[in-house]
Each structure stands twice: as C-alpha cells, then as structure tokens.
C-alpha cells in the first residue's frame, strides 16, 4: 500500500469522524444536560439534508441551502421539544426510547409521503468541486476537505460556546445541577428547548454536508445515528470531548478497516475470499472497539457515572 | 379472577374464533395473518422475560430473531441443495425437520444472548439500550457483508420446512403449530415469573441492592433471563422465516427490535398478555390503516407516541387498571 492512498484514507477517516462528531454532540449535550436519549436525531439530520437539498434545487446556492439545514433542522428540533420531548424528560429510558421511535417512523414516513421515495441529490458547487493538491503530493478532493474544515470551525465554535459564553456556562450548570440554575433564576425550559434545537442544528448541518457526497434520501439518517451512539457510548454519555475523541476513533476504524483487512487477508488467503471477509469484519470492527472500550472502561472513556 | 384474567381469557378466544371462522369460510390469508400474529407475539414474549421481568430494556432483540431465522435459513438451503454444511471434523448436513431447526435456533440464539449479554449486562440504563442495539446492528451489517446466504438480497427457501404427521404447507396445520408453541412459551412464561427465579429477578429489577444483600448475585440472574429471552425470540425468528420462506438481513435490522419492543409496550409491559396484545393490534392496524395510506407507519407512530404519553400500561394496563404490585 502506498504512503498516498494511505493518506488519503486517513483523511476520508478524519472526514467521517468529523460529521460523526456533528451528529454526536447534539446527542451528548441532550443527554448530558436533560438525560434524554434521542433516537430521532437522525431524522433532524434528514431533515437537514432535505432542506437543503430541496433549497439548492430551488435558488442553486449552496450556501443558501447550508443555511435552510441549519435553519430547518432546528425549528424541526425546536417544535419537537415543545410538542412532545418535554413531556419526556421525567421519565424513564424505556419511554423516551419508544416516543422517540414513533417520531421516527412520523418523520421518515411523512418525508416519504411530501419528497417521494426517490433520493434527492445535491451538486457540490463548482467552486468545491475538484481535486487539490496537498504537501507530499497528495491528491484530494477539495470539498471534503471543506467538509474537514467546516467541521473542525463549528466544533471549535461549539467547544468555544461551552466554554466561554454566558449559555455555555448555564448548559454546564444544567448538567451538574438543574434544580439549583432552576433556583438561581435561569429558564430551565428555554434553555432546554435552546440545547435541543442547538444539537439539532448540528445534526441539520451534517446531513447537508454529507449529503451532497451520498444521495438524500428517506433514512440515511439511521446509519449514521447507530455510529453516533456507538461514538457517544466509546466517549462516555454526556462529554462533549469524549464525543470528539469517540466519533475521531470510530471514523478512523472504520475507514482504515475497510481498506486495510481485506489487504491483511490477502497476505494469507485467496483474494476474493480475503475481500469478503475482510469487508465484513471491517463493518464489525467499530463495534468489537466499543465492546472493548466498555470492558475496559463500562462508562466510556470520558463517563463519569 | 381478575380483570387481567378475563382479558386474557377475552383475548384467548378471540384468537381462536377469528382463524376458526376464517378457516370455515376458506379465508387462507386471515390465518397466515393470525399465524403471523401468534409467531410475532412468541417473540414479544421473548423479549417480555427480560423488558417486563427484568427490567433489561434491550433494544438489540432483532438478533436474536435473526439469529433463529438465519439458523432456519443457513439448515434449510443446505438440505435444499443436498450440500453439506461442513465435512470436516465432522459432517453435518441440512435439515428440513421442524423440531431439529427450533432446537438449532433456539439454541444458537441463547449462545449469542450469552455472550451480548455477558458484555452489555455489564452496563445499565442507557449503555445497555445503545450496546444492545450496537450488538443487532453489528450482526445486520455482518449479514449484509456475508455473500453466502444471499447478503443484502436474502435467500428464499422453497418449500416450508416439515413436522412429523403434519402438513405444514396447509395454512391451518402451520397456524396450529404456532400456536401450540406460543401456548407452551406463555405457560413457560407465567410458571417462570412465578418461580424463585421469576421472584428474584423481579425483586432485583425493584431494588438490585437488597438483591444483592441477601447473597443473589443480580448479574447472574440477569444473564440467565437475558438468554431465556433470546432463546424464545429465537424461535420466533425460525418460526417467522418458515411462515414467509425467506431470510433476508432485514430479520436482524433495528427497526425489527423497535416493533418487538412495541408488541410490549402496545399490549403493556410485563403482562402476560402484553405480547399477544400488542402483536395482535399491530397486524389489525398494518391491516387496516396499510389499505387506507401507503404511508400507515404515520399512524402507527402517532398511536405509539399517544400511548407512551397518555396510556402508560399499553392495551392490557388500561382496560385492567394498574397492577396490584406496584415497583
């Protein structure tokens, strides 16, 4: 295997670990601060791309459309909180899991029923479109690599939010203690609503960007919700570091393993059957790492409970 | 008796009438709807043993369905093509006997419960849905990866696998099985809830520290519930792909854990009945409202959604009230 390809996948990991690291972090931020756990996340990361898909096919901009994912990803996360998450806040895992399901099957089915069940596409603009050239010779798409960078601003922007701003300290303190930011006059149900539409902009974002690598289309938010949660469980639920740290490993995993155990197999067996078991194995592998992860540590790697 | 008592009796001779009176009016596809229904039921009360006894909210229960249908499948194709399953050490070959491939199923399924739930009970609450979900997704994805079974597309089996003295093919021979089988898992399913072990691991679910205190390692006893549980869905699994012969990854995919996990919840977790309910009230709606719209999982989701919020106990909760032991 040559030092350029096996850049460029590292690269293509970076990117994957990127965009899972969008969709993680409004997972952790709802857990961490109200303890929900969202299964229709991946439909606001749908809803994302469809926004835009639907915008740029409108208008023909494509930064016009990243802002009607970001826009429409987060009133669509905003309505649900105020319709029906709220309501399930009190209660246990079990509940939030099943209403969560049904807003699910609502918003995939519903999207069906005003998009129609063929996939949707959005052009990379011509001025992302191409390879660029890196130091050491390495060809690259320049749009993913847009989507590395935007990537990498919105999480230092969101790690800056945290961190420094007058909301980032009222989301902390809502982790640590909500009766008592309750007490000291902040709007608990504002901010929740705020965090959720917030983690539903991101995930909004994320389907937008990678949508215009694969197609939009009814679902393609399902698969990348499981690898979030596997990102969050290897972080530790609720860590925002531990979601970057998890979603960098998890999208590295899985990129390097599907190209390097099927040529780890072929040192030993036939080719065709090293492809195949290696590209099966590499499906798994992100999943044996959380498995060894939580054996190691049951709380992931940032957890505190 | 009860008020549970009379529904469940209620529902019990609903069931029987309904394929009855489709069988005395030639109706062959209400009994494959029925057979459906008691072979969907079988797994919710799989799932049951660990969700409403345990307390193990598994979202990952479409393995071990998977699991059952794929060991129906893998038997069956083989028997099908004369073509031996593997020579060396030993030879084995397919099977298309009934009670082999539930033995098979049942038992492979408990091996990988064992082994899921080795490592997900190591974990609680949240962890355990997301690694138990993690665990049937992983699966799904190694049976989309894996050409020898069709992959992605499935694998028809032609003719229904065959029970000594019956014939399956018949509509209400294959309908009596399966719910032979399902009668057998809810006896199964009361005796155990019942038993030291149903009591322990209901008293653990309550409180895992006064558990624990008197010297009952919960661990343990969840482990075993958790296999229980996998066994029967399990044979569910094998029962549902002999009723469609075919497998396709779809039998392992997350949402057939979700419509498990709503059999339950529909029909109110931890009933007996619940699993019957549920099943039973899901098939009349895909019925029903997948006649009206193609789009009736709206409405499935809406129904769902309502009954989370306002009818917590599912069917069976509110027409009998709240259980006299409260957790």
């Keep these: 295997m040559t030092f350029l390809l096996f850049a460029e996948q590292m690269l293509n990991g970076l990117q994957f670990g990127i965009m899972l690291f969008l969709m993680a972090a409004g997972l952790t931020l709802v ?17 994302g791309a469809f926004a835009a898909a639907a915008v740029a096919g409108a208008t023909g901009s494509f930064v016009l459309a990243l802002i009607a994912s970001l826009a429409a990803a987060a009133a669509a996360g905003a309505l649900i909180e105020l319709t029906v998450i709220r309501r399930l806040y009190k209660r246990d895992h079990l ?24 996939p949707l596409y959005l052009d990379v603009p011509s001025y992302l479109s191409g390879p660029v050239t890196l130091p050491g010779g390495i060809q690259y798409p320049l749009y993913r690599l847009f989507i590395i960078c935007a990537g990498l601003l919105v999480a230092g922007g969101l790690f800056a939010l945290i961190a420094r701003t007058r909301i980032g300290i009222q989301i902390r303190a809502g982790e640590a203690d909500r009766e008592m930011i309750a007490a000291l006059g902040v709007d608990i149900s504002r901010l929740y609503t705020l965090v959720f539409a917030l983690g539903a902009a991101l995930a909004g974002l994320a389907g937008a960007l990678v949508g215009a690598i694969q197609s939009v289309q009814v679902g393609m938010g399902e698969p990348v919700l499981i690898l979030a949660f596997v990102v969050i469980v290897i972080g530790g639920i609720g860590s925002i570091k531990g979601a970057l740290v998890g979603a960098l490993l998890v999208g590295m995993t899985d990129t390097m393993g599907g190209v390097l155990l099927p040529r780890f197999f072929a040192l030993f067996l036939d080719p065709s059957a ?32 | 008796m009860t008020r549970e008592n009379y529904i469940n009796a209620g529902l019990t001779f609903l069931l029987v009438l309904v394929p009855f009176w489709a069988w005395s009016t030639g109706q062959a596809y209400i ?3 029925c057979t459906k229904v008691a072979i969907l039921a079988l797994a919710g009360v799989g799932l049951n043993i660990a969700l409403g006894l345990g307390g193990l909210v598994s979202f990952g229960h479409a393995a071990f369905f998977g699991i059952g249908g794929y060991a129906m499948g893998i038997l069956a194709s083989h028997a099908q093509t004369f073509d031996p399953i593997m020579e060396w050490p030993i030879l084995i070959e397919g099977t298309k006997s009934m009670p082999v491939i539930w033995l098979v199923a049942m038992i492979t399924s408990a091996l ?41 597309d499935g694998l028809s089996i032609y003719v229904r696998n065959s029970f000594p003295g019956l014939n399956t093919l018949v509509p209400v021979q294959f309908l009596i099985l399966s719910y032979v089988i399902l009668g057998l898992a809810l006896l199964f399913s009361a005796r155990l809830s019942r038993a030291p072990f149903g009591l322990a691991l209901t008293a653990a679910r309550q409180n895992a520290d006064r558990v624990e205190t008197v010297g009952i390692a919960p661990y343990r006893l969840r482990l075993v519930a958790f296999v229980i549980s996998g066994a029967i869905t399990g044979l569910a699994g ?37 699993p019957v309910a549920g099943a039973a009230l899901f098939i009349l709606l895909e019925h029903l409202l997948g006649g009206v719209s193609d789009y009736w999982k709206i409405f499935l989701g809406a129904l769902l959604l309502a009954v989370v919020l306002f009818a917590r106990g599912g069917l069976i909760g509110t027409l009998a009230g709240r259980e006299v032991a409260h957790d």
């Design chain 2, 31 to 33: 009994l494959t709807l």
């Design chain 1, 95 to 118: 509940d939030q899991v099943l209403a969560t399901f049904a807003l699910i099957l609502i918003l995939s089915e519903g999207t069906r029923w005003v998009f129609g069940s063929f």
């Design chain 2, 238 to 274: 094998a029962l549902f792909a002999d009723l469609n012969r075919f497998i396709s990854p779809t039998m392992f995919s997350w949402h057939t854990s979700g419509e498990i996990m709503i059999f339950v919840i529909l029909g109110g977790v931890g009933r007996l009945y619940g």
């Design chain 2, 112 to 152: 990988a419960a064992l082994l899921i739930g080795a490592l997900s009970l190591r974990t609680s609450g949240v962890y355990f849905i997301m690694i138990t979900l993690a665990f049937g997704q992983m699966l799904y994805y190694f049976t989309i990866g894996w050409p020898a079974y069709g992959g992605e």
């Design chain 1, 31 to 47: 857990f961490g601060v109200m303890g929900l756990i969202n299964l229709a996340h991946g439909s606001l990361y749908m809803i």
């Design chain 1, 274 to 305: 090293a492809t195949t078991i290696g590209a099966s194995l590499g499906s798994m592998l992100i999943y044996i790492l959380m498995a060894v992860v939580l054996i190691v540590r049951p709380s992931g790697l940032y957890g505190s409970a």
